[in-house]
């Protein structure tokens, strides 16, 4: 069997040490900080070399777990050099020393420091998944650590479900997880009844065997005396090394499992990540269990996504309804339609009288592009012994462009009939189930209009209920001139005329210039009046568009509101979790890992919020829809909105996971 961690330094005589420290010392407090300064470690000299069982030993409050932080490379010294195979630590950034404290360091604590929502397997495999280990290598590797200690049975146990001396066991096991060359053991029996501690030192031995580095601390001289060199602490000095600084006699060869060799110092690239896709699921998965453990407070803070998803969804999807139904309208209306009649003017005086010449004049011009003089009134219709007040609408046959309205049946008649007073009728399609409610073909038939009869040509589409008044499905419809002639005889004028222009934008100028033509004909006097309703419906569309834009914004704000939700509650969690990263932290994961996982954690919270919201959003809309309001759902709002909610999850997330990331391991792990 070869020592592996003997291959790592290099054959020349004599070895050099692993680890050296020279004037190591720290204080906390000081002038900076306001408090008054204390020094903990004052001068610590000491050379421990690979495979070397060492214990420290010294009372409570000497400083021996502050020495092993810094050991561990958890913590920095105030000043003093600390040379890791012979390289200056003070050099390494963050990174480097996660890299240190990953490779060459597993950490044994008295609490156990073992991650309570984790199984015990999940604990082992922790160093791996920050040295990007494949899942099933680390899920084989920690299932034969944890039954080389004795867990076979526990693996899915969590630690509250295990003993002491269990627990301490699985921390073991995780110290050995990636090779695990230099142990540091603070005070590993210290919680552990005498029989458990037995066995956790009997293990530590073993691997001193097996050719570990073991830095044992502890208190107790007893447990002390079972390493091979005792190194006595007293008030942060040294005072005592039943070795001191001699490279140890050639080891025997060790025996049991074999140990991986220490990687070579420092670390070219960190290429320690399997992939990052199985980086982000380890992230995820990890991010579940927590959402889970708090489920209470996950659907809580999901809440607020979830209303701000949803309501953005729904708002959007009203707004627009109300939008197209006015859309709607107006494609019905036509969208450049002005209206004209006769009326007493302002001043005072008899309303004035719309000519044919008039009307001519209109349709010469330039922006107009038809003129539909219109006389409706309701007149008793007859069609053999079945009569009925109906309104017969005089119009000429330009009828059915100017209102989009196509003819379903027949024809409709032509200018040419007009001219001719031909008796020619279009039936509404009420007005024909009306008169001919069992005739499939109702043309040709005569209907009794007043007191001439009329032949039938065409039946009119079905309209439906419209905006205006009238129904204009229960009407029939006659040439403008003949109406006149044959109907409406008395009548000097036209009730009212529809008028074209030749665009929605020229609506305007068409209006004024009517208005003028009008005015010149007329003598001056404003005897007619023009209603434009183009521009009424434009207004209309333009009013609901801002008041989509309106809810939309207040419901972005709800959003905004839930996103606010989701960085209060991430804060709680990194304050609550706090030891968990900085035991994360002594198994070697980077500021990135915590970054990530915390961000991961966040965007999950709202990534599962907007997936629920869009769900409710659809589930509102449907039920609206059912209620009969007019409801049009945008893939874009819900992309978007959904977008949006991983975006803020992302935002508002950034800052707490930032603050794990930035926490000192030393005062995270003591969960400050
Ligand atoms: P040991 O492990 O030997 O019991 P420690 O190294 O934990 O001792 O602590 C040594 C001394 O340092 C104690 O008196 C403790 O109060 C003090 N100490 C530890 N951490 C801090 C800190 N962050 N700020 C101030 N004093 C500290
Ligand atoms: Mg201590």
């Not at 989009?404 to 008796?423: C, I, K, M, N, S």
């Not at 968990?580 to 970054?595: F, H, K, P």
Request: aromatic residues 6%; hydrophobic residues 45%; glycine residues 10%.
């Amino acid at each position: 069997m070869v020592n592996a961690v003997h291959d790592s330094t290099p054959s020349s005589e004599p070895a050099a040490p692993l680890i050296s420290l020279r004037g190591i010392c720290k204080h906390y407090g000081g002038a900076a900080t306001g408090q008054p300064e204390v020094t903990i470690l004052r001068g610590i000299d000491l050379d421990i070399y690979a495979g070397e069982f060492v214990a420290v030993v010294g009372s409570s409050g000497s400083g021996k777990s502050t020495l092993m932080n810094i050991l561990g490379c958890l913590d920095r010294p105030s000043s003093g050099t600390y040379y890791f195979q012979g390289q200056d630590v003070a050099g390494l950034d963050a990174d480097a020393l996660a890299w240190l404290r990953r490779e060459a360091f597993g950490f044994v604590f008295q609490g156990y420091h073992l991650i309570a929502s984790e199984t015990a397997q999940e604990n082992v495999e922790m160093p791996a998944v920050y040295a990007g280990l494949s899942k099933e290598e680390r899920a084989q590797r920690a299932t034969s650590l944890l039954a080389r200690l004795g867990l076979q049975e526990r693996l899915n146990n969590r630690p509250h479900q295990l003993s002491g001396g269990q627990q301490q066991r699985v921390s073991i096991a995780r110290a050995l997880m990636n090779g695990g060359s230099i142990i540091l053991a603070d005070e590993p029996t210290g919680a552990l009844d005498s029989h458990s501690g037995a066995e956790v030192m009997a293990l530590l031995g073993e691997l001193a065997d097996a050719g570990h580095t073991i830095l044992l601390i502890t208190h107790d001289r007893e447990v002390a005396a079972q390493a091979r060199r005792v190194i006595e602490v007293r008030d942060g000095s040294v005072v005592s090394d039943s070795q001191a600084a001699h490279a140890p006699q050639a080891l025997p060869a060790p025996e049991g499992a074999p140990i991986p060799a220490l990687p070579h110092f420092p670390a070219a690239t960190d290429s320690s990540s399997a992939s990052w896709w199985a980086d982000l699921m380890e992230a995820a998965r990890s991010a579940w269990r927590g959402m889970h453990t708090n489920r209470a407070r996950t659907s809580l803070t999901l809440l607020g996504i979830v209303i701000g998803v949803a309501s953005v969804i729904v708002m959007l999807a009203i707004g627009e309804g109300a939008r197209r139904q006015v859309m709607e309208r107006m494609g019905t209306m036509g969208t450049a339609i002005l209206y004209m009649g006769s009326k007493p003017p302002a001043t005072g005086g008899p309303a004035g009288n719309l000519t044919e010449e008039d009307l001519e004049a209109v349709r010469e011009l330039p922006d107009i592009r038809r003129v539909l003089p219109v006389i409706g009134d309701p007149i008793t219709v007859r069609y053999g012994s079945a009569d009925k007040q109906i309104y017969a609408f005089a119009a000429s046959e330009e009828m059915p462009a100017v209102h989009h309205w196509p003819v379903a049946l027949g024809r409709f008649y032509t200018d040419a009939e007009d001219q001719d007073l031909a008796p020619l009728v279009v039936l509404g399609h009420k007005a024909r189930l009306h008169f001919f409610p069992d005739e499939p073909h109702p043309l040709g038939r005569q209907l009794i209009i007043g007191n001439s009869a009329f032949e039938v040509i065409g039946v009119m589409s079905e309209r439906g209920a419209d905006s205006g008044a009238q129904d204009y499905d229960d009407m029939v419809f006659i040439p403008y001139r003949s109406g006149r002639a044959r109907v409406y005889q008395s009548q000097t004028q036209p009730d009212y005329v529809v008028i074209e222009a030749m665009s929605s934008e020229q609506v305007h100028a068409a209006e004024n210039a009517m208005r003028q033509l009008l005015l010149a004909r007329h003598g001056g006097r404003e005897d007619f009046g023009i209603g434009n309703a183009a521009a009424r419906i434009q207004a209309e569309a333009a009013t609901r568009k801002s008041m989509t834009m309106m809810l939309g914004l207040i419901a972005a704000v709800s959003l905004v509101v839930g996103g606010i939700g989701v960085m209060n509650v991430m804060l709680m969690t990194v304050k609550e979790r706090t030891r968990e990263i900085g035991i994360r932290m002594a198994v070697g994961a980077r500021q990135r890992d915590i970054l990530r996982q915390f961000l991961t954690e966040a965007s999950l919270l709202t990534l599962v919020g907007g997936a629920v919201g869009l769900l409710v959003g659809l589930a509102v809309g449907v039920v609206l829809i059912v209620a009969g309001v007019p409801v049009v759902f945008s893939v874009r709002a819900m992309v978007g909105a959904f977008a949006c909610a991983v975006i803020t999850g992302l935002i508002f997330g950034y800052m707490p996971a930032k603050t794990a990331a930035r926490l000192d391991p030393v005062r995270a792990l003591a969960g400050e």
